[in-house]
């Protein structure tokens, strides 16, 4: 206090009343700092000034303003005219856009093949209750894990096809949500009755459930209903046979349909009852089994375990056995009718509905915005996840990031397992309360 006052006494000695007055603004200490961090803001405004712009007065853009947005490129590569547009004082950003997707990522590229001499192909769908197990057993045949699963119901949201071959027999397995609703939603009813629609077009149904669940009226008005289905073979056969590359329509006449052979016939069907490993009670799992064939009359009967492998050799040699003459519909090496945004989005929402319980997961949008293999041999995807509420935003992120961190690490370690190299995975929580989860495309 002593050296301020003496140092008033001095300016106001020697300086007049205005310029003392003056003084007298920026003697505390607040003035001063306010005054600093002013003279910073300006000074790091006026760094991004190119006097190349204020020299040339006849350029075309010499009545704009400085742009300083860009990031710091390759000089030598950029022509001299374009120069003055350039800041070199960004950090350097990649000259490709990091949101950029492939087109051979989107659609599926068509790999030409050729049927082998006597080929079969028999189109096999799986039905079932939600939750039964239909996406574990068709992985298990595949041989990779293309379709998403977890413990909750309503994972598998759409129909997808599958193949697998052996020998000359190939096999398209339809993975399909269930025949009965699993919510309320108009979602699920409208999977439904595609479900059931797709039923007369396969060779085989596979009905699927759960041996130690019990079975409600549901399930059993589900098989009942599969029972009362009806195929007209002819009208299937006719099909077939256009399908192949040899048809000619000129070969079909009406002598085709005047035959005594049966046209109409029940759906061909066969029950399968999966997870007997966890079965405790022998005598309960006979009357479900016995009550099933009773209302459904199926062909057969297995008892399946697709976690533990027991039982698939059966039904595999079963599934081949009804195939028929007819050409292959898709490579031997390609596997399901996923592009590969496809596979990325199931491996997150398969992810998402493992980490996140209650109504969290069935709230959460997944969206792939990126897919860019990367020089070095690694692979760059970004999703964008898609949340109502800020609430929900709250429990996906979780304290300090541990949630999503914990679900970028896991997803990481399961396409790094699928494409057989490093993955780099980026999530974006996005708030959006009007985004619609996409619904089915019709096929």
């Not at 140092?7 to 009343?17: G, H, M, Q, W």
């Amino acid at each position: 206090m002593i050296a301020k006052h003496s140092l008033l006494k001095s300016i106001f000695a020697t300086k007049s009343f205005s310029q003392t007055n003056k003084a007298l603004k920026y003697a505390t200490t607040e003035h001063r700092e306010s005054r600093v961090i002013t003279q910073k803001k300006l000074t790091k405004l006026n760094r991004f000034k190119d006097d190349h712009i204020n020299s040339q007065v006849n350029h075309p853009l010499a009545k704009r303003k400085p742009i300083s947005a860009f990031s710091k490129q390759h000089p030598s590569n950029i022509d001299d005219k374009d120069t003055y547009a350039i800041s070199y004082k960004r950090p350097v950003k990649p000259l490709a856009p990091r949101y950029t997707i492939p087109v051979e990522a989107v659609n599926n590229l068509h790999i030409p093949f050729d049927s082998p001499t006597g080929s079969r192909f028999c189109e096999t769908i799986c039905v079932g209750p939600p939750n039964a197990g239909k996406s574990t057993i068709i992985n298990s045949f595949v041989g990779s894990d293309l379709s998403a699963v977890s413990d909750k119901t309503g994972t598998t949201d759409e129909i997808r096809d599958f193949y697998f071959t052996k020998g000359i027999t190939q096999v398209r397995l339809r993975d399909t949500p269930g025949v009965i609703t699993a919510n309320r939603l108009p979602k699920s009813s409208h999977l439904e009755t595609k479900c059931w629609e797709a039923i007369p077009e396969a060779d085989l149904t596979v009905f699927i459930v759960d041996s130690v669940k019990s079975m409600d009226n549901t399930v059993k008005k589900a098989v009942h209903r599969l029972s009362q289905m009806r195929v007209d073979l002819k009208q299937k056969e006719l099909l077939h046979r256009m399908e192949s590359k040899d048809f000619e329509f000129s070969s079909v006449d009406d002598s085709h349909y005047e035959s005594d052979e049966p046209r109409i016939a029940p759906v061909n069907s066969i029950l399968v009852m999966n997870k007997v490993d966890l079965v405790s009670n022998r005598r309960r799992f006979n009357y479900i089994k016995q009550e099933l064939q009773d209302i459904g009359n199926f062909d057969y009967v297995f008892h399946l375990s697709a976690l533990t492998g027991y039982g698939m050799e059966e039904l595999s040699e079963y599934i081949v056995s009804q195939a028929t003459r007819r050409d292959w519909k898709a490579h031997p090496e390609v596997k399901s009718d996923q592009t590969e945004i496809d596979i990325v989005q199931e491996v997150m929402k398969q992810a998402v509905y493992k980490s996140y319980f209650y109504e969290v997961p069935y709230q959460i949008g997944v969206d792939c915005i990126g897919w860019v293999p990367k020089t070095n041999g690694e692979l760059l995807v970004d999703y964008k996840l898609h949340v109502p509420k800020n609430s929900v935003k709250k429990i996906v992120i979780g304290r300090k990031g541990r949630i999503i961190k914990g679900l970028r690490q896991e997803v990481e370690a399961e396409l790094s397992k699928h494409y057989q190299k490093p993955v780099q995975v980026c999530i974006q929580v996005v708030l959006e309360r009007n985004y619609a989860i996409p619904s089915i495309v019709s096929r």
